[in-house]
């Protein structure tokens, strides 16, 4: 299994410019989140998905486009990229159900910079 | 708005020595995560303890919940230079549509000298 899988590693963006960051993984998991982290902030939850179709805001959504149509991919999507996004990005995924749900798989990250 | 404050910030230990990290939360917990994360990595779960336990072993690491003060403390024991790295405790809220969402302390950086 390759887990977590994100793309870009690294990213530099003009202001104003869009961009996806893809996420996907492989361990058929119901949900499926994004966090940006931030030099003294941990991480903040951006948004999340508990299965195709159904997404939801976390605690910094604005600015930020989630879609969820398989279980596989959840791409986060920056409309219109603001300085304030410079950050990096983790995408996670666990299951639902079971003893371990609450486990979180995270991926190795992407790093954004916007100009 | 973070969920979870971690103590101390930072935390520089000699190899074999114990390191001890502590984490304070505000809301009901169905259950606290440690994560670890090395430089430039993702983070990688170590060990969950639910809202009815008190202790936890994992290898070399101990955990403890008190639920009372709304706290929990993640020791490693006989540390070495690999444990070095940054590492968080996430509460996953009780009740409601939560799904389980879990929120992320600030961190605790430990350097491990050999």
């Known amino acids: 299994n390759a887990g977590v899988t994100q793309t870009p590693k690294f990213q530099v963006l003009k202001t104003g410019q869009s961009m996806t960051l893809q996420c996907a993984q492989d361990?058929?998991?119901?949900?499926m989140s994004w966090y940006r982290q931030d030099p003294g902030m941990g991480l903040r939850l951006i948004h999340y998905?508990?299965?195709?179709?159904?997404?939801d805001q976390g605690e910094v959504p604005n600015g930020y486009n989630v879609s969820r149509s398989t279980t596989e991919d959840f791409p986060l999507r920056l409309l219109s990229a603001a300085p304030s996004q410079t950050s990096v990005y983790f995408c996670a995924s666990r299951r639902m159900f079971g003893s371990s749900y609450n486990e979180q798989f995270f991926g190795p990250g992407t790093r954004l910079t916007v100009l | 708005s973070q969920q979870g404050e971690e103590d101390p910030q930072a935390l520089s230990i000699q190899e074999g020595e114990n390191a001890t990290m502590n984490c304070s939360y505000k809301?009901?917990?169905?259950?606290l995560q440690w994560y670890r994360q090395n430089s430039g990595r993702g983070l990688v779960h170590l060990i969950l303890?639910?809202?009815?336990?008190r202790e936890k072993h994992s290898g070399r690491l101990r955990v403890t919940l008190d639920t009372s003060k709304k706290s929990s403390s993640l020791l490693i024991t006989a540390s070495r230079a690999a444990d070095t790295a940054s590492y968080f405790c996430?509460?996953?809220?009780?009740?409601?549509?939560?799904?389980?969402?879990?929120?992320f302390g600030q961190g605790t950086i430990l350097t491990v000298h050999p």
């Open positions: 998905s508990v299965g195709a179709g159904i997404t």
């Open positions: 303890i639910r809202s009815n336990e």
């Open positions: 361990m058929n998991h119901e949900y």
């Open positions: 809301t009901s917990i169905n259950n």
């Open positions: 996430a509460t996953a809220n009780a009740g409601g549509t939560s799904y389980g969402k879990l929120t």
